[in-house]
Every structure is written in structure tokens, then in C-alpha cells.
């Protein structure tokens, strides 16, 4: 069965430090995609980035960058230099590779950044 | 960029009355998915549409019901709504050309009183 696990409910930081959102996931399927979306206080789902199971480049996008390890099953989530406007539920899902796959989300890290 | 529509974005009912939600997909996309998100929750998936052609159903509970048009847009109904039924409703569209990366909508907010 496919699950994603956020272990980490809650983070507080202060402005300007680093902080890494952690992401297990199971499934077992050899095919299969990873993903992290943003849900501001506002409430819309913001994507952030989609990675396929065959490829374990990690990425950097400006301040956010991404690890992902298949030897771990994690797709853990880095943002440097953190802002007050970060703050927001961060939410990491899985999905098959097939066409018209559902997403099956983790139980979201919020985080909340201070000044 | 044209993105999904929802609507409406709020909606206020009264326990076992009937609602509906519609969702407009990003024009060309032919998969529309369900999701709702309880308050303080993660996103469940209800139910999607492939080609008009339901494709999969998750947790959606019998007196919830959907379907998608001929022009692609999807309706999901709701009925003898309950307490339990006040949750943030999503809406996402995908589609072959967008290597099926579902495109979420802003969300129905539907509070039942």
C-alpha cells in the first residue's frame, strides 16, 4: 500500500535560518511520483515540485531545494534562509505512474517562520 | 494562463440539505480529480474522471455523487449533508499533454451548520 509520512507536525524558526521538512514514503511500485505543494493560511494548493522515481538528481529552486533517496524512500524538503511569507502547511504526496493516478498525501508540516 | 475554476468558493448549509460543487478544468485537460480536506487535515481523494469515465473512487461516501460533462467539467453532489461534511473541497485537472500533473483548483469551503 502507498503511504507518506511527515513525522514532523510543527516547526518554529526565526527569519533567516535553514530548516528541512522530512518526507518517508512506501509504496511498491518501481514507477512512481513524488511531490511537495505549499497550502498558505489562505488556503489554495500550490505545487512546488513533482520528481519521478527514476530520477534522484536533487533539485534547487532559489531558496527551496529537495534531496530525494530511493536507498531511504525520503524526499526531504530545505529551505534556506527562511521568510516570514514560508509560512504555511507543506504538504508531500506520492502517486503511481499511471495516467489518471490519485495523490496520496502526507499529514502536512506546518511551518511558521518568525521574525 | 487559464487555471481551474471552482465554484462557488464558499458555501453555507444546513444539515441534510444538498449541495454542489463545480469544477472547470484548464481548457484541454481531460481528467478531473475530487479531493476533500477536513479542517487540520491532509487532502482525501474522493473520486476522478478520465474522458468523461469515472477512473478511480476513493473514501467517497454513497451520498456524495459526480460526473463529468461533455465539455469536461465535473460536478460533485452532495446530499443529506452531515456536520462532518464542513471541509475545503479541491478540485484538480490533468491531462496527457501535461504529463497528467494534476492542476488544483482554489477550493470550495463548505461549512455545514
Known amino acids: 500500500a502507498q503511504k507518506v509520512t511527515q513525522a514532523q507536525t510543527e516547526i518554529s524558526v526565526v527569519e533567516k535560518e535553514d530548516v528541512t521538512l522530512d518526507c518517508v514514503y512506501e509504496?511498491?511500485?518501481?514507477?512512481?511520483?513524488l511531490f511537495w505543494y505549499k497550502q498558505p493560511p489562505s488556503g489554495e494548493l500550490v505545487f512546488l515540485i513533482r520528481r519521478n522515481s527514476f530520477d534522484e538528481q536533487n533539485e534547487i529552486s532559489g531558496r527551496y531545494s529537495w534531496n530525494f533517496q530511493k536507498s531511504t524512500s525520503s524526499f526531504n524538503f530545505t529551505i534556506t534562509a527562511s521568510q516570514v511569507v514560508d509560512s504555511a502547511v507543506y504538504f508531500c504526496a506520492l502517486s503511481e505512474a499511471a495516467a489518471t493516478d490519485k495523490l496520496i498525501f502526507g499529514t502536512g508540516t506546518r511551518l511558521q517562520v518568525f521574525p | 494562463a487559464a487555471g481551474v475554476i471552482q465554484s462557488p468558493r464558499h458555501l453555507i448549509k444546513e444539515k441534510r440539505e444538498t449541495a454542489t460543487l463545480k469544477c472547470y478544468p484548464i481548457p484541454r485537460h481531460d481528467t478531473v480529480y475530487w479531493y476533500q480536506q477536513g479542517p487540520g487535515q491532509d487532502p482525501q481523494f474522493l473520486i476522478s474522471?478520465?474522458?468523461?469515465?469515472?477512473?478511480d473512487k476513493g473514501s467517497i461516501p454513497d451520498r456524495f455523487s459526480a460526473q463529468q460533462f461533455s465539455d469536461y467539467h465535473s460536478e460533485l453532489n452532495m446530499s443529506s449533508l452531515e456536520l462532518g461534511d464542513s471541509a475545503l473541497y479541491f478540485c484538480?485537472?490533468?491531462?496527457?499533454?501535461?504529463?497528467?500533473?494534476?492542476?488544483f483548483g482554489p477550493g470550495t469551503r463548505l461549512t455545514v451548520t
Open positions: 484538480a485537472s490533468s491531462s496527457r499533454l501535461a504529463e497528467y500533473e494534476q492542476y
Open positions: 509504496t511498491r511500485d518501481t514507477t512512481y511520483y
Open positions: 474522471f478520465y474522458e468523461k469515465m469515472q477512473s
